[in-house]
């Protein structure tokens, strides 16, 4: 069984920036494609970004392309999501996830086998 803990969660103001750490378990991470995806109180969880096993490959959702980045540290078991010029529409409970057997920057939630417990992110305005 794979754990994922996120950490790096805050309160920070429109503009600003945290950044997300997801550590996992296992002697396999480096076979994972890892996701972050959010979801904000009545609405539905989306996705936010994907990296390959290396991290070479990366994809966004477009309403955060060009202000978050995602990276990986295989050696560590962690993944980072760096979040700048944040906007109170980024306000939600960020989760990190792993494909186990990804091929491909699966953008369906479905597609991934384990989930943190998420952090809640909040940027006030």
């Known amino acids: 069984q794979v754990q994922l803990v996120e950490s790096g969660g805050g309160l920070v103001q429109a503009g600003g920036s945290l950044r997300l750490s997801c550590a996992a378990s296992g002697r396999t991470f480096s076979s994972y494609y890892m996701g972050w995806f959010r979801q904000a109180p009545g609405k539905e969880r989306e996705f936010v970004a994907v990296a390959s096993r290396s991290g070479g490959r990366t994809y966004y959702a477009e309403s955060v392309k060009g202000r978050f980045t995602i990276s990986r540290d295989n050696a560590k078991n962690t993944v980072y999501l760096q979040m700048n010029s944040l906007k109170p529409e980024d306000t939600a409970v960020y989760y990190c996830?792993?494909?186990?057997?990804?091929?491909?920057?699966?953008?369906?939630?479905?597609?991934?086998?384990?989930w943190g417990q998420g952090t809640q992110v909040t940027v006030s305005s």
């Open positions: 996830a792993a494909d186990r057997y990804g091929s491909n920057l699966s953008l369906d939630g479905e597609a991934y086998d384990y």
